[in-house]
């Protein structure tokens, strides 16, 4: 769980860094359609944050059900 909210937030920093070059191939006019260069670039960073907040809601629904287990983190299989 913790790999996918770093994943996530890596996602969101890679797809920020490709969005500012959108935002620079836009503002020097190699995109030439209008509202293409808006859609991908929050496309591309919704998608980190999205997979970032699933993984904070896995590891929060983690900790629940392991304290409404109320079970110890271990268990002795044999006394000596």
């Known amino acids: 769980l913790r790999f996918i909210k770093l994943l996530g ?6 797809n920020f860094m490709i969005g500012l070059w959108f935002i620079f191939k836009k503002i020097f006019g190699t995109i030439n359609e209008p509202g293409y260069a808006s859609i991908i670039i929050s496309i591309l960073f ?9 993984g904070i809601i896995g590891e929060y629904l983690n900790k629940l059900f392991k304290s409404s287990q109320n079970m110890p983190l271990y268990s002795i299989d044999e006394e000596v």
Do not use: C, N
């Not at 919704?46 to 699933?54: H, N, P, Q």
């Open 9 to 14: 937030l890596t996602v969101a920093i890679v």
């Open 46 to 54: 919704s998608t980190g944050l999205i997979l970032f907040a699933i």
